[in-house]
């Protein structure tokens, strides 16, 4: 008897039927999964093996930045495997050097040195010890709408209800109040914002306070785009008590907002940027805390307590320089401005054309749809942290008609790769426009 192998391909019902008896799925009730089959995938669309395809609205996780199957990135996996597959952290690799120095070139200010980790979570999981062995301080501050990962020390500083689960988590992070709260509330003025941030900061003694973690523009939290002044104070206030100001940039940053990095938009430079996801469009697992020179300095008679076997994987580093070769050749960064006012334009008429649309936040191709049962009141068509059937039934829907993207609560996301078509963008949203006729 014959061993099946990978050239065997398998049905979608076959590759559902094993995974779920054999793996588990993440963030799931086991007996509630229902996977989409994936056979393969270009550009902005994948499909099952029986071919149905569908419009990759979400970049999967908001990370397939250049889109699915780019032939450059392919072949610099190819070589690099063919070379040099692998090499531990303590080694020099040409991959390594050269993305170091090319990251050193598109970071903001003099952030200029960078330690490369699997992922974003583990990114800051290294960004909070470089934070606490850098100042002696033992604190770290986030927002309660915040996302930063899934590992030990990130999920405690996440902010949603993806932490309840794991505490009481590491000691010392505190979570502060955002300047948004809710579809129904709003936003607060930014001295209002700035204000109640600096209270917190005296409250817990400025002089135990290693780090404020934030995201320039929260992700799954509901594409927060801050208002002007905002990221601003921020940095002023962790200057003035001499608190580090993390970035993290896992899910915003590589031209997601038609910038480098989000943070770029308000001309502000954070002690330490976090990063994942669109460094290598997610073709191989890779990420990074980048560093400003003065920090970098403090650890070149000191040591750096962290680090793991796959850290500076060159398969992964050479997966990055090619990506980031693409975003260079197509001009994916300016290109995702462009497309994303269309974006803009697209998220307003709805906005404008269905009641239920309580309100739409975008900036480049980050873009969310919040909904609501009654527009005057704002009440969300969905609780927080729950659902309802008319959000199930939307979610059912857009399957159905071959759209792919998260929904979330009461909200929904249009976050898709950067090579978007404007044809392909607007095939998406009047699948969207559809989907909101029939839960109306």
Known sequence: MTSPTMTDAMTGPEMIALTKAHTIYEWSAQSKVDPIPVAGALGSWFWTPEGKRYLDFNSQLMCVNIGHGDARVIKAIQEQAATLA??????????????????????????????????????????????????????????YRSYHGATGGAITLTGDPRRWAAEPGIAGVVHVAD????????????????????????????????????????????????????????????TK?????????????????GEWFAINHWGVVPDLLTMAKGLTSAYVPLGAVGMRRAIADHFKERVFYGGLTYNSHPLACAAALATLAVYEEDDLIAKAKRTGEVMKRLLGDLEARHEIVGATRSIGLFGIVELVRDRRTKEPLAPFNGTSEPMQKLGRFFREQGLYTFVRWNTFFTNPPLTISEDELRHGFAIIDRGLREIA
Not at 198 to 204: A, D, G, M
Not at 241 to 257: C, H, L, Q
């Open 179 to 238: 300047p948004y709260h809710g579809v129904q509330r709003g936003w607060d003025n930014v001295a209002l914002a700035l204000a109640n941030l600096e209270e917190v900061i005296q409250l817990e003694g400025p002089q135990t306070i290693a780090a404020f973690f934030l995201e320039p523009v929260t992700g799954t939290n509901g594409i927060l785009v801050p208002p002007d002044g905002y990221l601003q104070g921020i940095r002023e206030l962790c």
């Open 86 to 143: 692998y090499a531990n952290p303590f080694m020099a690799t040409e991959p390594r050097a050269r993305l170091g120095r090319k990251l050193a070139e598109i970071a903001p200010g003099d952030i200029d040195t960078f330690f490369f980790t699997n992922g974003g979570a583990e990114a800051n999981e290294n960004a909070v010890k470089l934070a606490r062995q850098f100042t002696g301080r033992h604190k770290i501050l986030a927002r």
């Open 241 to 257: 008590y001499g608190i580090m100001m993390v970035a993290d940039e896992v899910m915003s940053g590589f031209g997601r907002t």
